[in-house]
């Protein structure tokens, strides 16, 4: 079974701050990691490698050169092969045009079986790739899964919702976009690192993946960022005083002139 796990580079935003001057996000020296929900996807991944026979995992990700980085990062946790879309051709993309390049590399890759992604990116923050993906590639999606279970020829699902679960089965080939309580990612180990760099990463352009350069990134984009900007500051907190009994009693008239209650 050839399993594919989308992977993207992110910058860690835990670690992004805010330019108390310029009210600018301060990018420089935030370091770039494996996006948390692709970590929990290429887990399950393994573990299905772990307990099956004829399992390969393979990791894809469309991205600069310096993706490759998170790349072995992924090999070294048990991956398989790697592969990197890069091109000038892809800067830009939005949300379509970046499904349109991983549905073209996953078409490349071939006799795919389960593809993987995360619910989300930490930057991006849209969770429009995985199923946009699944629907490029005319393949079932099931998303939000926080547990997983293999069957012959299709995957029994379990589906996290606000107020409850679903239980689906689904046939495969098919992509399952993957959430935090899903699993615990294994470490990477020090022969995994050392075999890592050792390995080759498949490198593609989109000729390679059989795309005009008009059909990637920017020129392939329906919607375009205009402008960015950090939120203005929180207004300043107010103390409500007097006896706890006026101060319930002022809190709930606030409460009603917001309509929060
Ligand atoms: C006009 C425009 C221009 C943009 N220009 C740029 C730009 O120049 N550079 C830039 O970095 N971003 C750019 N973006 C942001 C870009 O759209 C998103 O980063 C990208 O499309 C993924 O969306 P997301 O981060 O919301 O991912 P989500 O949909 O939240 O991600 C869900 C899952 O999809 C998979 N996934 C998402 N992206 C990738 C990827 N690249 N490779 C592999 N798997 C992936 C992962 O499994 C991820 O967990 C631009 C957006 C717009 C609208």
């Known amino acids: 079974m050839k399993i594919v796990v989308c992977v993207k580079q992110v910058p860690d935003t835990n670690e992004v701050r805010i330019d108390p001057v310029k009210g600018t996000l301060i990018r420089?020296?935030?370091?770039?990691?494996l996006n948390p929900d692709d970590a929990n996807a290429l887990e399950a991944a393994l573990e299905l490698k772990d307990l099956y026979e004829d399992v390969a995992v393979e990791v894809l990700t469309m991205g600069p050169p310096q993706a490759a980085y998170m790349l072995r990062e992924c090999l070294a946790m048990g991956a398989d092969h790697a592969y990197l879309l890069s091109d000038r051709?892809?800067?830009g993309a939005d949300t379509c045009a970046t499904s349109t390049t991983l549905a073209a590399g996953i078409r490349k890759i071939q006799d795919v079986d389960?593809?993987?992604?995360?619910?989300?990116?930490?930057?991006?923050?849209?969770?429009?790739?995985?199923?946009?993906t699944a629907s490029r590639l005319g393949?079932?999606?099931?998303?939000?899964?926080?547990?997983?279970?293999?069957e012959e020829d299709g995957i029994i699902a379990e589906r996290n919702m606000e107020d409850g679960c679903e239980i689906i089965r689904v046939r495969r080939p098919c992509l399952l976009t993957?959430?935090?309580?899903?699993?615990?990612?294994r470490y990477m180990t020090t022969w995994g690192i050392v075999d890592a760099f050792k390995q080759e990463i498949t490198v593609w352009n989109h000729e390679d993946v059989g795309l005009d350069a008009?059909?990637?990134?920017?020129?392939?984009?329906?919607?375009?960022?205009?402008?960015?900007?950090?939120?203005?500051a929180k207004g300043k907190g107010e103390r409500l005083q007097g006896t706890p009994r006026e101060i319930a009693?002022?809190?709930?008239?606030?409460?009603?002139?917001?309509?929060?209650?």
Not at 28 to 33: C, F, K, L, R
Not at 214 to 232: E, H, I, K, N, W
Not at 249 to 261: A, F, P
């Open 89 to 91: 051709a892809f800067g």
């Open 178 to 185: 993957v959430i935090k309580e899903l699993n615990e990612p």
């Open 214 to 232: 008009a059909d990637c990134g920017l020129s392939a984009s329906p919607t375009q960022v205009l402008r960015s900007f950090t939120p203005p």
């Open 114 to 132: 389960l593809v993987f992604a995360g619910r989300q990116a930490i930057d991006g923050d849209t969770a429009q790739v995985g199923p946009q």
């Open 249 to 261: 009693e002022t809190l709930v008239s606030r409460l009603h002139e917001k309509h929060l209650i």
């Open 139 to 150: 393949l079932p999606v099931v998303t939000y899964v926080q547990d997983i279970r293999l």
């Open 28 to 33: 420089d020296g935030v370091p770039s990691i």
